[in-house]
């Protein structure tokens, strides 16, 4: 028999399961994302600003594909759960979503991350693209390509109040400001927004960062001023991502960019469990197993030796490596190994003959696999080459054993995001729900073939 870490899917018909069939012939690693898991988090979000009617609107942030869950379905997700806003750091993504047949009688769309000199933007302009400027270079270019088309760019004013990214210094703002006034007043820009970023609001248990974030807020505040009174107030204000929309109300304004928190996750573990915030993680990583085999004891595991097996085991190929965006940070290392380090590596969800088991990344990952030491005999644990295993899911508890990406992220010393937002293209994602949450038009806007 082979065995499942996982509930049979719940297939929405028999060419979802046949999608499902396909995709596993297709790879053995696979991506499942809950869509309804998604519009539900996102409802969620829409609750903690006051609703739909409260002021205060919501962005889906879908930049890097949806965090590598999808970019459309992200978005279609978000929208069905009361988005009116998506946000796409990259021009290329906005434009994907207008070009899908997102059109700006849904919903508006921001994109913030270019260089004038090249982007798009008479594109983004004709298309219904909200551009961010933040640089005095960046007005100028928008402004040409405005006039060249005869269209205004709708322009939200980016500020930096703290973060050192992107955004005009409180210093340069003056300058800007005399540069949108008047290309306000000839036509060429409607100012619709001023934003910024924080940098520290997933750290409110932090006394030092509480304050930086006070201070951030405050700097906001003052430059929001500062465009009232130069006679080109913003409409629409915003500054929270998804730890101050969770944990800070008064930076809520006209509008919140949410992202982590529409995949399912809290901005930082220290701040509690994604369910601690009503919020449901919407990816599943699983794999179906390689070769399993015996070892004896004090035999190396991959590349460098830094894990060697203190008895006699069996192994198992996890065939998701490096090159799928499994981090060579989330190698495995025991005392044994060349470095005497003891290190854990990342998390597998095993289903045996007892019941679910935790196995772990033992050894190096490699750049298409890696080793999972069973701690036992893979025949009488019942585990087998084929066998589906689960990376991480939505986290159900500790008697479910489930890893989460938050639990991946520690082993790699990084972040959930990064975790999902590196999984790459080649993992097939597959959409769980989409008939449930979607009408019938946005569901022809997924391919028929990642539908389950
Ligand atoms: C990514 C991003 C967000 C969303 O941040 P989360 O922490 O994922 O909620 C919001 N605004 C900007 C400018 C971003 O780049």
Not at 153 to 161: E, F, G, I, L, P
Not at 205 to 234: C, H, N, Y
Not at 268 to 288: E, I, N, R, V
């Amino acid at each position: 028999m082979t065995l499942n870490a996982l509930d049979p899917w719940p297939f929405s018909s028999t060419l979802g399961k046949a999608n499902y069939s396909a995709a596993l012939r297709r790879y053995p690693g696979q991506a499942i994302v809950d869509l309804k898991a998604m519009r539900d988090n996102m409802r969620h979000l829409v609750d903690v600003v006051g609703g739909s009617k409260s002021g205060t609107e919501v962005m889906g942030v879908v930049k890097a594909g949806g965090y590598g869950h999808g970019l459309i379905a992200s978005a279609l997700a978000a929208l069905a759960g009361g988005a009116t806003w998506l946000g796409a750091a990259q021009p290329r993504e906005a434009l994907l979503l207008r070009m899908a047949g997102i059109n700006s009688s849904r919903c508006h769309i921001l994109t913030w991350m270019y260089n004038g000199r090249y982007a798009p933007l008479s594109e983004l302009i004709a298309s219904d693209i909200d551009v961010s400027v933040g640089s005095l270079e960046g007005i100028d270019d928008l402004a040409n390509a405005a006039r060249k088309i005869g269209i205004p760019a709708r322009v939200h004013v980016k500020v930096d109040t703290g973060f050192g990214r992107n955004g005009f210094t409180k210093d340069e703002f003056q300058a800007a400001l005399d540069k949108l006034v008047l290309l306000a007043k000839e036509g060429v820009l409607d100012i619709v927004g001023l934003w910024s970023h924080f940098s520290v609001a997933d750290a409110p248990d932090v006394s030092e960062f509480v304050k930086v974030t006070d201070d951030q807020l405050e700097r906001f505040k003052q430059l929001t001023a500062r465009m009232e009174k130069a006679g080109i107030p913003p409409r629409i204000r915003h500054i929270a991502n998804t730890a101050a929309t969770l944990s800070r109300p008064e930076t809520h304004f006209e509008l919140v960019r949410p992202g982590i928190g529409l995949y399912g996750y809290e901005a930082d573990p220290s701040m509690g469990t994604p369910s601690q915030f009503g919020l449901k993680p919407a990816m599943t990583l699983q794999a179906q197993l390689g070769t399993v085999k015996d070892l004896e004891a004090g035999e190396g595991i991959s590349y460098g030796r830094t894990y060697i097996t203190d008895q006699k085991t069996s192994a198992a190929i996890v065939p998701l490596g490096y090159a799928d965006g499994i981090h060579r940070a989330a190698s495995g290392f025991d005392e044994a190994g060349s470095q005497h380090i003891e290190k854990l590596g990342g998390p597998v969800r095993v289903m045996t003959n007892n019941g679910p088991r935790l196995m772990r990344a033992s050894g190096r990952v490699c750049m298409d696999q890696f080793i999972i030491d069973l701690h036992g005999d893979a025949m009488k644990l019942g585990v087998q080459e084929g066998d589906t295993v689960e990376l991480f899911g939505p986290g159900r508890g500790e008697e479910f054993v489930e890893p989460t990406a938050d639990d991946w992220a520690k082993t790699a010393g990084t972040i959930s995001y990064e975790i999902f937002a590196c999984l790459c293209a080649r993992i097939p994602r597959l959409y769980l729900h989409a008939n449930e949450i979607l009408d019938a038009r946005d569901v022809r806007k997924l391919n028929i073939k990642t539908i389950l």
